[in-house]
């Protein structure tokens, strides 16, 4: 069975970081992504890494703040935030797909229920 679960998030203040992890079950070869959403938006992708570690990115609406990594022996995918903003308020999730050599994430649906970061002003 397919399972991804994340955690992790929490109430932080501005400045403050958070490592947020998602465990995954019943998948193998995969590229991880992580998204965020909040109330009325589209989910949004903020990071991407290729199963073999070697290709990667983290988007601009990011400010180069966040840091994804994976350990494929525990089958753990993180997501290292830091010099969190009120902006950065969502709902995290993560996901399981296809990352090509040229950059291009194409998500499977493969999703956990989130994790909650709220940043406080």
């Known amino acids: 069975q397919v399972r991804l679960e994340e955690s992790g998030g929490g109430v932080v203040q501005v400045g403050g970081s958070l490592r947020l992890s998602c465990a995954s079950t019943?998948?193998?070869?995969?590229?991880y992504a992580w998204y965020r959403q909040t109330p009325g938006s589209e989910r949004e992708i903020l990071a991407a890494i290729s199963y073999n570690y070697e290709e990667s990115f983290v988007a601009d609406s990011t400010e180069g703040r966040f840091t994804i990594g994976r350990d494929n022996a525990t089958g753990t995918i993180f997501l290292q935030m830091t010099n969190l903003k009120p902006e950065d308020t969502a709902l995290y999730f993560c996901?399981?797909?296809?990352?090509?050599?040229?950059?291009?994430?194409?998500?499977?649906?493969?999703w956990g229920q989130g994790t909650r970061v709220t940043v406080s002003s």
């Open positions: 996901n399981a797909g296809i990352l090509s050599r040229s950059g291009t994430y194409d998500a499977r649906n493969y």
């Open positions: 019943g998948l193998t070869g995969y590229a």
